[in-house]
């Protein structure tokens, strides 16, 4: 299990058969880190990093909070997705108000 002296909102994501654990750290520089590697080393495909910020994106936090996530199983496009999932569940206990902009995108939809 990822441990920090920081404080973080967790949340899981799930997509086909893949699980992603994100860990979502307040007050950040905008750092994506996947499986311990960054998220342009991680994705390849211009796509999947969109998919993955679309959360921050819709909430106006990106580049205002750090994400270190594991993911696991399925291929790309479902780890994105989970991801996704994941990023927009953590951010649901950064500020609960966020659940109608989610919500309406569909990110709170598990498949």
Do not use: W
Not at 18 to 31: D, I, Y
Not at 52 to 59: D, G, I, K, M, Y
């Amino acid at each position: 299990m990822y441990q920090s002296k920081n404080p973080y909102k967790y949340g899981t994501g799930r997509r086909k058969s893949s699980v992603a654990r994100v860990h979502l750290f307040e007050n950040g520089t905008g750092s994506i880190t996947i499986n311990g590697r960054d998220i342009d080393e991680y994705f390849g495909l211009e796509t999947l990093k969109m998919v993955v910020r679309q959360p921050l994106n819709a909430t106006n936090t990106l580049g205002k909070v750090d994400i270190v996530a594991t993911v696991e199983g399925g291929g790309v496009s479902g780890q994105a997705g989970a991801l996704r999932h994941g990023i927009s569940r953590a951010l649901l206990l950064v500020n609960p108000e966020y659940r109608a902009i989610l919500k309406k995108a569909g990110f709170l939809t598990r498949d």
